[in-house]
Structures are given as C-alpha cells and as structure tokens.
C-alpha cells in the first residue's frame, strides 16, 4: 500500500500542472485575440496564466526535487499543496473573471495569492533541508 500511494503523488502533481499548464496557455492565447478591446478582461487573463504557468513549473520542479533528494518533505508537500490551491482559486477567479465575467463574491483571488506566497515560503523551509540523494 504505501508504494502505491508514493507513487500516486507525484504522478498526482505531474497530471494537475499539465492541465494547468494547458489551461494558462489556453487562456492566454484566448485573451491574445478573443476579448476586442475589453482591456480588463484582457489583464485578468493574462495575469491568471502568467502565474499560472510559473506554478505549475514549480509543482514539477517540487515532484522532481522531491524524487531526486530527500528534505522536508512535509515542507514540499504542503507547498505543493498551497501552489496547486493557490492555481485554483488565483488563476480560476482570474480566468473565470476573464472568460465568464463571473465573480464567485468571495476573496479567492486573494485567498489563492496568499497560498502562493505561503507555498513560496514552505518551498524555501524545504530547500534549508535538502540533501541530494547519493548515486
């Protein structure tokens, strides 16, 4: 059981920040040509996939670190967790401000900034304890 469920994580975090990844790129070549002149619009999707592409290149560079070396992983997996919440709540308000003209009346966008900067926090706790692992 417990080699299933060290495998099923990274997979896990390979898979969402692939979709995410997708999405951002989505999203953003969308706001390049489909909301004629609405420069709001325009803004909140850039914004959204802008950071959404540099958090799901930081989920798969946690996955790999995480495989290569060993830390905190308690650390990493949290961070993880607040980079893939904070793409959720930031980049989907954002996205759903941009593509829907809908606003869930409630703070995600900020709820989602702040796990960014919480993750980017944890990620740093991680790096002061990881070691690579020796080959």
């Given at each position: ?57 930081v989920?798969l ?15 990493r ?20 401000k941009?593509?829907?003209?809908l ?15 919480l993750?980017w ?15």
């Amino acid at each position: 059981m417990v080699g299933k469920i060290t495998t099923f994580w990274p997979k896990f975090w390979i898979v969402y920040a692939g979709l995410w990844g997708a999405g951002s790129v989505a999203v953003g070549a969308y706001a390049a040509h489909g909301f004629e002149g609405d420069e709001l619009r325009v803004l909140w999707a850039q914004t959204g996939s802008s950071y959404g592409l540099v958090h799901t290149l930081v989920l798969l560079v946690l996955t790999a670190l995480g495989t290569a070396g060993s830390g905190c992983s308690r650390a990493r997996v949290f961070a993880s967790g607040c980079f893939a919440l904070g793409l959720l709540f930031f980049s989907g308000g954002l996205f759903l401000k941009a593509l829907c003209g809908l606003s869930l009346n409630g703070p995600y966008i900020p709820v989602g900034g702040s796990l960014f900067v919480l993750g980017w926090l944890l990620t740093a706790a991680f790096g002061f304890t990881y070691r690579q692992k020796e080959v």
